[in-house]
């Protein structure tokens, strides 16, 4: 009988001390958790866990979250790489730091050594956790094992007479809770530039900065978007001071060679105070009605500071381009011409006051007619916005591969402008973005 109560009583004291629940040392606590945890006995381990912790995560959700890891099963195939040494050991009060040099076999170098062999070319982590220990061994005899050594450290602190390991799980899931929302606002920010919402993007900036007021990649994007926007409000209020004047069709020799085709010619005069560096000119076909045809326009830049010969104040500049051979099967022989871009030289030193919201435009009729001067027709904001950012609204039986084609793009241009996958369907009433 006394036999028997003493076996009672050793497994008993064996019981308090594996589970951490025995009065002792912060050292001797961690010492017994990082044992359990490289021999793969997760329910042991948590048991060394503050009950702070445990209020969060389950024994079961701890064990789940350890074991199938690439860690666990290299712990298991290499146990003997798995070594820590406990150092200096610091206690205040209730509370203590525990600094740890770890040594583990190196999950990325081992991948790298498999993917070696032709066999095994393009080895990932999912690949690694295919196999099992044994595999792993195999696929590893021979070679030496690859190992690194880190440097951790643990929190410990004193619940009644005992020392637990103290992770702060809660604030743990709160940071990453926190830092998905910012990775979803930057991404979201980062699609609204594609599409010149400047604004848009602006606005997810400041939430990004509201979570995290020191994040310097969301400081520099909300800066560079901020002087985006800047630029294209001083841009969109330039236009009314560019007109087009004397806008014809004519035959007219090409630059590179002395085909005669039919073009587009005119004046460009800049009537504003600032000097330009380019101007992109984009002709719209027309029908009989007078309508835009639904089909590309036909857009030039013409770089003046490529001339060294800026358009500057108060200045014009004769331009034209070839339009033959680019106009759609239904053209009635009429265009509307638009000043849809243009940009600042960077040379300039004048004033940077503007005029009024607008952007010239001039309708034109056949070549037999001359239009020496027509008054410029606005074009609000949000009109010249859509011709910045253009839409194609998909008809039944057209593929991603059509509508490029039909705009002059790479069919992966209108997957990027579009955030589309490769193997992304369209269905007929669909708007794709067509140009950025």
């Known amino acids: 009988m006394r036999k028997k109560a003493k076996i009672i009583i050793t497994i008993f004291t064996l019981w308090m001390f594996a589970s951490c629940n025995v009065a002792s040392n912060p050292d001797e ?12 006995n997760y329910r042991e381990a948590y048991e060394c866990i503050a009950v702070k912790d445990k209020a969060i995560k389950t024994a079961a959700d701890y064990a789940r979250e350890n074991a199938g890891t690439s860690a666990a099963l290299l712990v298991e195939a290499f146990r003997d790489k798995w070594l820590f040494t406990v150092g200096e050991i610091s206690i205040n009060a209730d509370t203590a730091t525990i600094a740890v040099v770890r040594t583990m076999p190196d999950v990325r170098a081992i991948l790298n050594s498999i993917a070696g062999d032709a066999s095994s070319a393009g080895f990932s982590e999912k690949d690694l956790l295919k196999l ?11 070679k030496e094992i690859p190992v690194m050594t880190t440097q951790e450290t643990y929190t410990m602190i004193r619940e009644a007479e005992n020392w637990k390991i103290y992770f702060d799980w809660k604030k743990q899931i709160e ?14 920010a980062n699609q609204l ?6 604004l848009g993007a602006v606005d997810k900036y400041n939430q990004v900065l509201a979570l995290d007021n020191d994040l310097p990649q969301a400081q520099a994007e909300k800066a560079e978007a901020e002087k985006e926007m800047q630029m294209l409000q001083e841009k969109q209020k330039y236009f009314k001071n560019i007109e087009l004047q004397n ?3 004519e035959k007219q020799k090409t630059r590179r060679s002395d085909a005669i085709k039919e073009s587009i010619v005119g004046t460009i005069i800049n009537q504003g105070d600032r000097t330009l560096g380019r101007v992109k000119i984009a002709v719209y076909f027309l029908d009989q009605d007078g309508k835009e045809i639904d089909y590309p326009a036909l857009a030039t830049e013409f770089f003046f500071r490529d001339e ?86 998909v008809k039944p039986n057209e ?7 039909r705009y002059g793009l790479a069919a992966n241009e209108i997957y990027r402008l579009n955030n589309f996958k490769q193997d992304q369907s369209i269905k007929p009433g669909q708007k794709i973005l067509v140009a950025p």
């Open 29 to 40: 606590v961690l010492t017994q958790y990082l044992n359990a945890l490289d021999k793969g």
């Open 132 to 142: 099992s220990a044994k595999e792993i061994r195999s696929k590893l005899q021979g």
């Open 308 to 393: 060294n010969q800026p358009l500057t104040p108060m200045s014009k500049r004769e331009f034209g381009f070839t339009i033959e051979g680019y106009s759609p099967p239904s053209w009635a022989g009429r265009v509307t011409v638009r000043i849809t871009d243009l940009e600042f030289d960077t040379r300039e030193q004048a004033d940077k006051k503007s005029a009024p919201q607008g952007a010239a435009a001039t309708t034109i009729v056949p070549a037999t007619t001359t239009v020496d001067s027509v008054p410029p027709a606005s074009i609000v904001p949000k009109e010249a916005a859509e011709h910045n950012a253009r839409y194609h609204e």
């Open 193 to 198: 530039k594609k599409i010149n919402n400047l």
């Open 399 to 405: 593929t991603l591969y059509s509508i490029a084609r």
């Open 247 to 249: 806008i014809r069709i």
């Open 175 to 188: 940071e990453k809770s926190k830092q998905d929302k910012i990775d979803a606002l930057l991404a979201e």
